[in-house]
């Protein structure tokens, strides 16, 4: 397979790794502590109820921001051809694309939005861009 093709489809596996790590934690977590009003299919009631929201309700969130990212890194590294720690990149560009999006549509307190937009995307995709360059095919 072609070098270039192979990248891409790297980084498409990752996304979509990734997106599933997150999106299960979310699950998991609406499960874990539930929120009184918060309807994930009713983007305004969901703002509305964060309101309400105390810490605990903020674990799961940055596991699955953190987390996603992490996964989606390391197997773009690990199926990438070269440029592994750049496809790794990729994802956290794509996850932080998506935290700034989250924390812009669902407004949340100030040091929640800080410590997920410096802490859960870049970092956690230059951690899984080592481990990912690093294991074996």
Same mark, same amino acid.
């Given at each position: 397979?072609?070098?270039?093709?192979?990248?891409?489809?790297?980084?498409?596996?990752?996304? $979509?790794?990734?997106?599933?790590? %997150?999106?299960?934690? *979310?699950?998991?977590? !609406? $499960?874990?502590?539930?929120?009184?009003?918060?309807?994930?299919?009713?983007?305004?009631?969901?703002?509305?109820?964060?309101? %309400?929201?105390?810490?605990?309700?903020?674990?799961?969130?940055?596991?699955?921001?953190?987390?996603?990212?992490? $996964?989606?890194? *390391?197997?773009?590294? @690990?199926?990438?051809?070269?440029? @592994?720690?750049?496809?790794?990149?990729?994802?956290?560009?794509?996850?932080?694309?998506?935290?700034?999006?989250?924390?812009?549509? *669902?407004?949340?307190?100030?040091?929640?939005?800080?410590?997920?937009?410096?802490?859960?995307?870049?970092?956690?995709?230059?951690?899984?861009?080592? $481990?990912? !360059?690093?294991? @074996?095919?």
């Amino acid at each position: 397979m072609h070098p270039i093709l192979r990248n891409i489809l790297a980084v498409l596996a990752g996304l $979509i790794a990734g997106n599933i790590v %997150n999106m299960g934690l *979310i699950e998991l977590g !609406s $499960i874990a502590f539930p929120l009184e009003g918060a309807d994930p299919n009713n983007m305004e009631a969901f703002a509305a109820a964060m309101v %309400n929201a105390k810490v605990e309700h903020y674990i799961f969130p940055f596991l699955a921001h953190a987390l996603g990212t992490l $996964i989606g890194a *390391i197997l773009a590294a @690990k199926l990438g051809v070269k440029y @592994k720690i750049t496809l790794a990149f990729v994802i956290g560009f794509f996850f932080l694309a998506g935290g700034i999006m989250v924390n812009y549509l *669902i407004p949340g307190p100030t040091w929640f939005a800080a410590l997920d937009l410096a802490v859960a995307y870049l970092p956690m995709a230059w951690i899984g861009g080592k $481990i990912g !360059s690093r294991l @074996k095919k």
